[in-house]
């Protein structure tokens, strides 16, 4: 299996554990259940980091470039943000269907804090429900995973490239 298919599964797996056991325990309409996009964003981090390492040391002789190591790195993200978005839609439409009702009442909640009026939020609350279906819920999830873990991408291909210092062989085979 290829690392970055090993790994994007097992980033999109625990993220989905995480999620189940915090629907399971009744902590997803609390405060603790916003948590769990960090949590699955070091999940993710930490994924990111295994897989570049795992292509350096198995399958590149211990070195990657910055392309390399952000390639691996985009590969893992895409599976799991895919994997990850389809379980969104499964999660927000047949799990946890209330879930929607949740976030709604919570955003009408914020927009009361913020001092909006009746007519503001009743057309904000209008155009919410456009993007609140499981379909919109499960591509924003998979667009925002995806840009936002580009970015750790390249921070992390930045930071783990081991670029070869002789490229094409050692010394010894090209004076042969």
Do not use: C
Request: proline content about 4%.
């Amino acid at each position: 299996m290829k690392p970055y298919l090993k790994y994007g599964l097992l980033a999109a797996g625990t993220g989905i554990i995480i999620s189940m056991l915090t629907y399971l325990l009744g902590m997803d309409k609390t405060d603790a259940g916003q948590y769990i996009g960090w949590i699955n964003a070091v999940v993710m981090i930490i994924a990111m980091i295994m897989v570049i390492k795992e292509r350096r040391d198995k399958e590149l002789g211990g070195y990657i470039e910055f392309g390399q190591a952000f390639g691996t790195a985009t590969m893992t993200l895409l599976i799991a943000a895919a994997v990850t978005a389809v379980y969104t839609y499964f999660y927000m439409a047949v799990i946890n269907p209330s879930m929607h009702d949740y976030i709604i009442q919570k955003q009408q909640q914020g927009m009361e804090e913020k001092g909006m009026s009746q007519e503001q939020i009743d057309a904000a609350m209008n155009m919410a429900e456009k993007f609140m279906t499981p379909t919109m819920m499960s591509v924003f999830s998979f667009l925002m995973a995806m840009v936002l873990g580009m970015i750790i991408a390249l921070i992390i291909a930045a930071i783990m490239k081991k670029p070869n210092p002789n490229p094409f062989g050692s010394p010894a085979a090209s004076q042969s």
